[in-house]
C-alpha cells in the first residue's frame, strides 16, 4: 500500500535544525470507484525534524487551498521545512503531512460528496490511522490537529465539526467561509452566468480532460458545484437553469455547507476539549477575514475554546509563518505576532 520514495535531511533558517522529508504513496479504499474516475493512489508529503522517528509527535494534517497538493508540496518543500523547523525552535517537534484532496475539477474541498468522492472519509479514516502506524505520530486525541489554508482551511473546519473525537486542534487560515459575502459574487460572475447546461453536460462527461486551477469563475463555481451541489446519480446541480435563470436552490445548497452557516445552526459545533484557531488576512483579496470572523462569531457562547487572529499581508501572505503560529497556539506554545 505504501512506497517509501525518498527521506532526505535540509538544513533550514541557517540553523542545525535537519528535517526529513519523505514521499509516500497510499492507496485508498473508500475513493475507490470515485465518480469522476480519479486516481486512488495519492502522494503524502510528510515531514519531520530528523532523529525523531523514535519518539511518538503530534501529528498536523494540512489541507492545501485550491489546485494545492502533496506533489506541490514534495517540489516546493523549502517553506514546509520552515515550518517544521519554525515550531522545532518554539519546542513543539510535530509531523507535518501534506496530503492531496484533489479531483477531475481540481479540488475536493476535504468533504464527501456524491459527485466527486469520499474525501473526508478518505483523510480521516484511511489517512489520518494510517499515518499514526507508519510515522509513530498522533497517537491520541490531544495529538491530533487539521490545518488548512483558504478550501483548505474550509476543510479543516468541516473535519473539525464532523469528527470532533479526532481532531483535538483546528487551524483555519482564511478558510472559505460566509458564502454570502466571499462567494456568491463568484456565482453571479457574467463568465459564469452565461455558461448554458450543454457545457455543464460536456464537463462532466468521464471523458472529458481535467478542468485547468487557473480557468477563473468558471473553473472554481464549477469545482465547487460538484462539492457541494451534488446528486446521488453522481451528477450535480448548476447554479443556472436552461433559460439561465439563477438558481437559488442550488446556491441553498452552497449555504448549507457553509462553515459559517453550520457553526451558527448546531448548539454545539466542536467539543469542549478542541482547541479551533480562526485566521485570516487584514486585507485577504477574497475576504476570508471576514469569514473567520463570522465563524467566531457564530461560536460565542456555544462552549468552544477558539481565538482569532488577523495578520497583515493579503490571502497568501506569510502563510508559514501563519502556520506556525496557529499550531503553537493549539499546542499551547509562545505565539507572536507576524510583522507586515
Same mark, same amino acid.
Not at 81 to 90: E, F, M, R, T
Not at 269 to 294: C, H, M, S, T
Not at 326 to 336: Q, T
Given at each position: ?89 518554539? %519546542?513543539? &517537534?510535530?509531523?507535518? $503531512? #501534506? ?6 475539477? +481540481?479540488? @475536493? ?86 455558461? %448554458?447546461? &450543454?457545457?455543464?453536460? $460536456? #464537463? ?6 481535467? +478542468?485547468? @486551477? ?86 460565542? %457562547? ?39
Amino acid at each position: 500500500m505504501v512506497a517509501l520514495l525518498l527521506a532526505i535531511s535540509f538544513v533550514s533558517f541557517g540553523r542545525e535544525v535537519q528535517v526529513d522529508c519523505d514521499d509516500l504513496i497510499f492507496d485508498s479504499k473508500v475513493l475507490a470507484g470515485n465518480p469522476l474516475k480519479d486516481p486512488t493512489k495519492r502522494h503524502i508529503a510528510v515531514f519531520r525534524p530528523a532523529g525523531t522517528r523514535g519518539r511518538s509527535l503530534p501529528l498536523a494534517v494540512f489541507l492545501p487551498g485550491f489546485g494545492g497538493s502533496s506533489d506541490i508540496a514534495l517540489q516546493q518543500r523549502g517553506g514546509w521545512i520552515k515550518i517544521v523547523s519554525g515550531l522545532h525552535d518554539a %519546542g513543539r &517537534d510535530i509531523v507535518l $503531512a #501534506v496530503v492531496d484532496g484533489r479531483n477531475r475539477y +481540481v479540488c @475536493s474541498q476535504y468533504i464527501n460528496s456524491p459527485s466527486s468522492g469520499r474525501y473526508e472519509d478518505y483523510i480521516c479514516d484511511e489517512l489520518t490511522p494510517f499515518l499514526e502506524h507508519n510515522e509513530n505520530c498522533g497517537k491520541v486525541f490531544k495529538d491530533r490537529i487539521v490545518v488548512g489554508h483558504s478550501s483548505g482551511g474550509f476543510g479543516a473546519l468541516r473535519l473539525g465539526m464532523a469528527r470532533k473525537k479526532l481532531f483535538c486542534g483546528v487551524v483555519a487560515l482564511s478558510p472559505d467561509s460566509y458564502f454570502d459575502v466571499t462567494h456568491k459574487p463568484f456565482t453571479t460572475d457574467p463568465s459564469v452566468a452565461k455558461i %448554458g447546461l &450543454d457545457m455543464i453536460k $460536456a #464537463v462532466s462527461a468521464p471523458t472529458f480532460a481535467p +478542468v485547468d @486551477s487557473k480557468s477563473g469563475e468558471f473553473g472554481y463555481v464549477l469545482a465547487l458545484c460538484a462539492d457541494y451541489a451534488g446528486n446521488k446519480d453522481g451528477t450535480f446541480n448548476w447554479l443556472y437553469d436552461a433559460q439561465g435563470h439563477y438558481r437559488n436552490d442550488t446556491y441553498e445548497q452552497w449555504r448549507s455547507a457553509d462553515p459559517a452557516v453550520i457553526a451558527g445552526r448546531l448548539t454545539r459545533p466542536f467539543n469542549r476539549d478542541q482547541r479551533v484557531y480562526l485566521e485570516g488576512a487584514a486585507q485577504d483579496d477574497f475576504k476570508a477575514n471576514i469569514g473567520a470572523q463570522k465563524v467566531a462569531d457564530n461560536l460565542k %457562547g456555544k462552549g468552544v475554546t477558539f481565538t482569532t487572529y488577523f495578520p497583515p499581508g493579503h490571502h497568501s501572505d506569510h502563510v508559514e509563518e501563519r502556520v506556525v503560529r496557529g499550531i503553537s497556539w493549539v499546542l499551547g506554545a509562545p505565539v507572536r505576532d507576524i510583522a507586515p
